[in-house]
């Protein structure tokens, strides 16, 4: 990413933030890293002034949903979380070395349209990378099981959920506190699991 000066804010709002991995590493989505980021986050999903709140893992990046007290804890809070996802690929990998390729990109969020639109995004990516002939020829919707979806509880009631089980009692990510992330964005309705987010 281009160095340019990043949004100053003073008061915990929520951002979208993507994390790039270098080319020629391991996918994010492969099963043992998968997990051991989720081990990870969850000791580290919550520090002062910054949470993480929801994540979804593809192949090259992560996209995180994160609440932040002000740029300072934004950053802080990244560099935790960059490390934690690198150790992570590491040791699952068996490997060393740099795992990230770059600063991470942001978007903070004003509106609770904003949000809704971004939690859409995050929680349904891997929909968006699955052909409409694989949608359409299984019946049950599925929870990505390389995101925060299963501890997600703005879903819409009357859609059946299938998803692996929770291996470890201890979430990966923080509750959201802002009303925007908490609250607001519900304003726009609940999320359709089956969705295929634009």
Known sequence: MRHVSRDRFERFVPAHVTLRV???GPSLRTVSIVRAIERT????????????????????HAHLIVEAADQIALGRGMMAVGSRLARAVNRAAKQSGSVLADRYHHRLFRTPREVHRALRYVLLNARRHVGAAVRSLTRAVRLDPASSGIWFDGWRRDVRIESRPIADDRRPVAR????LLNVGWRRYGLLDPADVPG
Not at 41 to 60: D, T, W
Not at 176 to 179: G, K, L, S
Request: hydrophobic letters at 30%.
């Open 176 to 179: 959201a506190r802002t009303w």
């Open 41 to 60: 986050f969850a000791r580290g999903c919550e520090r002062p002034g910054f949470r993480l709140v929801h994540y979804s893992l593809r192949g090259n």
């Open 22 to 24: 270098r080319s020629g």
